[in-house]
């Protein structure tokens, strides 16, 4: 496992977990919002772990990228997005997060939630759909990245 293409890329495994936990999540059914922790299904629960999961990972994902795309002279221009898209998934969470532990009376982002929650996976999933596009473009032109181990090999 010493060449380049026989050795898993870490940056393609990242986007497999991703991929795998928002997929698997959906099956399970959440539970509703006000639902106390220790009441939850076992449904809720899986949906809860596959997606503190994935959103977990999103953002790291777009740091770990952002990192490669900065030594790549292809891939330069898409650093600041990537970056950007990181930020945004991050202070989207963040919120999220506040939402959830402030009790519902007293906090003014409970009811923003969800919208706070499609801002994290609308900018993820559009970050990946540039990244794919970009990627194909690279591929169709038959350009070689120039930073070492970036990005992952197509074939």
């Not at 596959?50 to 790291?60: D, S, W």
């Not at 532990?101 to 003014?108: D, K, L, R």
């Amino acid at each position: 496992m010493n060449s380049r293409k026989e050795r898993p890329q870490r940056p393609t495994i990242l986007l497999t977990v991703i991929g795998f936990a928002m997929l698997a999540s959906g099956p399970f059914v959440m539970d509703p919002a006000s639902t106390p922790r220790d009441q939850w299904s076992w449904h809720g629960t899986v949906h809860q772990l596959l997606g503190a999961i994935g959103f977990t990972l999103m953002p790291v994902s777009c740091f770990v990228f952002w990192r490669r795309f900065r030594k790549d002279t292809l891939w330069r221009t898409f650093a600041g997005w990537t970056l950007a898209a990181g930020v945004i998934i991050v202070a989207a969470i963040v919120l999220m997060k506040i939402g959830q532990i402030e009790p519902v009376a007293t906090n003014s982002i409970s009811p923003w939630i969800g919208l706070l929650q499609r801002l994290a996976l609308i900018t993820y999933f559009a970050w990946i759909v540039a990244f794919a596009w970009r990627l194909g473009l690279l591929h169709e032109a038959n350009v070689t990245p120039t930073a070492p181990g970036f990005p992952p090999s197509l074939e």
